[in-house]
């Protein structure tokens, strides 16, 4: 798999609470230079990013990073979201409601989100790391149903991120219409070789630019 290859899957992302626009203009040439998928940047610089690298796919996040504000407050996020130039849209769940077995609540929320993307894919962070394998399987269904795109492993937040293990129980549970991605803790380049070649679509990382263009690795 060579370099290029690799980087058509990568969501280049930059989310530390500190980003200024300064480092999401750099992280926008990087992905434009590098031809990745898209960049993933918080919501309020969407709008000067669309002005200043107008094909350039944006991706963003909602509810972001613990998942529980409310269903409105994320069909708010999301449509403004689009409204400033989002390509894409990453929700978190409600790991409360997952703990409490809400499960039919976690898939309406979902439909409910994914109907204020205007047809954008909307991709679902579930954090793998804080939930059982029978709570994984189950969100499984819920992302299926609910109509998402994407199953995510992780916000990059939580106390681990992606595992092959994880991958590998997704491809299992998921429907045929949806992907999977990986994200929080993709270090290396075997790393990004591996999570692709298990079935992922996209990588969501702050590291494969500079992996493959021979620096350091980030820190999502």
Not at 17 to 27: G, H, K
Not at 134 to 150: F, H, M, N, P, S
Not at 202 to 212: H, P, W
Request: glycine share 10%.
């Amino acid at each position: 798999m060579d370099c290029q290859e690799i980087l058509s899957h990568i969501d280049h992302t930059l989310l530390k609470p500190t980003a200024t626009w300064a480092d999401i203009q750099a992280l926008c040439q990087e992905a434009v230079t590098c031809r990745t998928a898209t960049v993933c940047i918080p919501a309020s610089y969407l709008e000067q990013a669309r002005a200043a690298f107008p094909g350039l796919a944006l991706c963003t996040v909602i509810g972001f990073p613990l998942g529980y504000t409310t269903t409105q407050a994320k069909c708010a996020e999301a449509a403004d979201a689009v409204i400033k130039g989002a390509d894409e849209v990453d929700m978190v769940v409600n790991l409360g409601w997952v703990k409490d077995g809400l499960f039919d609540q976690v898939t309406r929320e979902i439909a409910a989100v994914k109907a204020a993307c205007g047809g954008r894919p909307l991709k679902v962070i579930v954090e793998t790391c804080y939930l059982t394998r029978e709570e994984k399987i189950a969100l499984c269904g819920c992302v299926t149903r609910g109509g998402a795109d994407y199953i995510k492993t992780s916000t990059g937040f939580g106390t681990a991120g992606a595992t092959l293990e994880d991958v590998e129980l997704f491809r299992e549970h998921i429907g045929p219409g949806v992907s999977i991605k990986a994200a929080g803790g993709v270090k290396t380049e075997a790393d990004l070789v591996a999570f692709l070649e298990a079935g992922c679509s996209r990588i969501g990382t702050s590291s494969a630019v500079k992996l493959l263009t021979g620096g350091q690795a980030g820190t999502y």
